[in-house]
């Protein structure tokens, strides 16, 4: 990348003249799901500060809030740890055209729920039997249907922690 005050990476500039080509192509994109009426479905994974949200806003703040829905959803209550597993992701599914963009997903069982003791390994064992299946059937039915996942290095995520735990506006980022 390039050097910014003693810094890799791209300058604010040369990042904004970057990003706006492919701001233009997003809304380009975006017009042609509400004109086709088809679907977009898309998953941001990763690590803490891996930069999901960042990823996010620039994606949702170039479109219109009422075409893209950012899904981010709490820890499950009680009536949705005892729904089937993916009952409460599939309401936030796109209709058509639209785009959903999850802020983490259903991988949550087989990630932070399966560390955390969440669930049981049979729970988990379930889940990456049925997650290819429960994919297949939403991209049949036409929906288009991407998964990313996003990571920084161990001295990257602690930088950013430190970063988060000296800013009263970011703190509430660390649970």
């Known amino acids: 990348g390039m050097k910014n005050n003693g810094k890799s990476g791209l300058s ?39 930069g999901k949200g960042g990823v996010i806003a620039s994606i949702s703040d170039t479109l219109n809030p009422r075409q893209c829905h950012v899904v981010a959803l709490p820890a ?46 049979t729970q988990v064992t379930a889940f990456l039997k049925a997650v290819p299946e429960f994919e297949r059937q939403l991209v049949d039915d036409g929906i288009y249907f991407f998964k990313y996942w996003l990571c920084c290095d161990q001295e990257k995520q602690e930088e ?15 649970s």
């Open 12 to 50: 604010k500039k040369d990042y904004l003249e970057q990003l706006e080509p492919l701001q233009l192509e997003l809304n380009q994109m975006a017009r042609w799901l509400q004109a086709s009426g088809k679907r977009l479905l898309v998953i941001i994974e990763g690590r803490d500060t891996a």
């Open 76 to 121: 499950p209550s009680v009536r949705e740890a005892n729904q089937w597993y993916f009952q409460r992701y599939v309401q936030h599914f796109p209709a058509r055209g639209e785009i959903s963009l999850f802020d983490r997903s259903w991988y949550n069982r087989a990630g932070v729920e399966a560390v955390m003791g969440y669930c049981t390994s």
């Open 160 to 174: 950013r922690f430190a970063e988060r735990l000296n800013n009263p506006l970011r703190r509430w980022k660390l």
